[in-house]
């Protein structure tokens, strides 16, 4: 197996350029905003605003798509936290802790845990996902018929 390094960092620099940055940070407020409605999901508010990113270049689209996706999954429990209705699915085990922690009186603590782990799992699957996809796709390469 040969990876090259010099093609996936040169990949993360034009993710990293400040256009896409900006397109990315506009995905995920309004990904937020339609994860704390409840009753849209998260692959509903993607499809929605699908056409947000026509006329866009491809990086700049999917970048958006996805900061609208990771924004609804946190979105989802700012509702389920504080009216006890999950806006995504993904929040429905919120429910069981955050709202009794903002009868409390400590929603704020209970909001800023849900955003502290929905950002580090998401780094960490997607660094995860990073290195272990030259390996799973090698594998999946043995495959024959």
């Known amino acids: 197996m040969d990876f090259d390094w010099s093609l996936m960092l040169s990949s993360y620099a034009a993710v990293f350029s400040p256009s896409v940055l900006f397109i990315i940070c506009v995905g995920i407020t309004t990904g937020i905003i339609i994860g704390s409605l409840p009753g849209l999901t998260a692959t509903m508010g993607v499809a929605l605003l699908v056409p947000l990113t ?10 958006m798509l996805i900061g609208i996706y990771c ?45 502290f782990a929905s950002f580090f799992g998401g780094v960490c699957g997607a660094l995860i996902m990073t290195f272990a996809s030259p390996i799973v796709s090698g594998f999946a390469l043995e495959f024959g018929p």
Not at 73 to 94: D, E, F, H, K, V
Not at 106 to 111: P, T
């Open 71 to 115: 924004g609804a999954m946190y979105g989802g429990s700012i509702s389920a936290i504080l009216i006890r209705t999950p806006g995504t699915p993904g929040a429905a085990a919120t429910v069981l802790e955050g709202y009794p922690m903002a009868r409390r009186g400590e929603a704020g603590r209970a909001m800023s845990m849900a955003l």
């Open 54 to 63: 026509f006329g866009r270049p491809p990086l700049e689209s999917l970048s």
